[in-house]
């Protein structure tokens, strides 16, 4: 079965500094994964997946298959970046169904 | 936006009783969605797959006849919990895919509390 570590439950860093949130899956297969954000008293959204390559509000994530990671990462947080993040797993042919991380707290202080 | 609502979005019950809560596609139609149970300062875990038109599919350890659930149609997915106790007292979040169909966007309900006395 797959699995999704994050092992931080909380991250608090200073205003314009990097921001690395971890990730770590166990999957046999070839998995899509996601990172999705909640902020305060907001519903969970997506904020960005690995097929799309994409950046989103500065934040970026790769792919590692060789150490089965998905990282995420920003070059210079800002207080509104404060919020709930999850790394999740879907697997190959499943339907969109996901497996969530234990989720990380940014904390980004002024 | 695909949107997803859920109602009610806070429910207090007796123990013993049973509550009903619903899940919406509002501007598209979704033929798989996806319940979720989430515990204070945990993580979401996913309990079942609802599917429109036929059974639902429930991860292991979720108990089938205590968590019913109904696709009745492709814009609406029911979550009855089933003579509850406040074991069961949670956060149910629900989502489902976005349009086009096959894509991998999940939009999730705002969820509901659910407090059992």
């Known amino acids: 079965a797959q699995r999704v570590t994050q092992p931080e439950k909380l991250l608090s860093v200073f205003k314009g500094a990097p921001v690395e949130l971890k990730c770590n899956y166990s999957y046999s297969g070839s998995p899509e994964l996601f990172w999705y954000v909640q902020y305060s008293r907001q519903r969970l959204q997506l904020l960005l997946r690995?097929?799309s390559r994409e950046s989103i509000k500065g934040f970026t994530a790769d792919l590692n298959k060789g150490e089965t990671s998905f990282h995420l990462k920003k070059p210079f947080a800002q207080e509104e970046d404060s919020a709930m993040y999850y790394c999740?797993?879907?697997?190959?042919?499943?339907?969109?169904?996901?497996?969530f991380g234990g989720g990380t707290r940014l904390m980004v202080k002024p | 936006g695909a949107v997803v609502s859920q109602h009610p979005s806070w429910v207090i019950c007796k123990s013993g009783t049973s509550v009903k809560i619903e899940c919406r596609s509002l501007d598209f139609q979704a033929t798989t969605m996806f319940w979720y149970r989430q515990f204070p300062k945990q993580s979401l875990m996913l309990m079942a797959t609802s599917n429109e038109g036929s059974k639902a599919t429930y991860e292991q350890g979720v108990e089938k006849d205590k968590f019913l659930i109904n696709h009745a149609s492709l814009t609406l997915s029911t979550l009855t919990v089933t003579s509850a106790h406040p074991e069961d007292s949670s956060f149910y979040i629900c989502?489902?895919?976005?349009?086009?169909?096959?894509?991998?966007?999940?939009?999730f309900g705002p969820g509901t509390r659910l407090t059992v006395l």
């Open positions: 989502s489902a895919p976005g349009r086009p169909a096959g894509t991998d966007t999940q939009y």
């Open positions: 690995h097929i």
């Open positions: 999740a797993l879907s697997p190959a042919n499943a339907g969109n169904m996901l497996t």
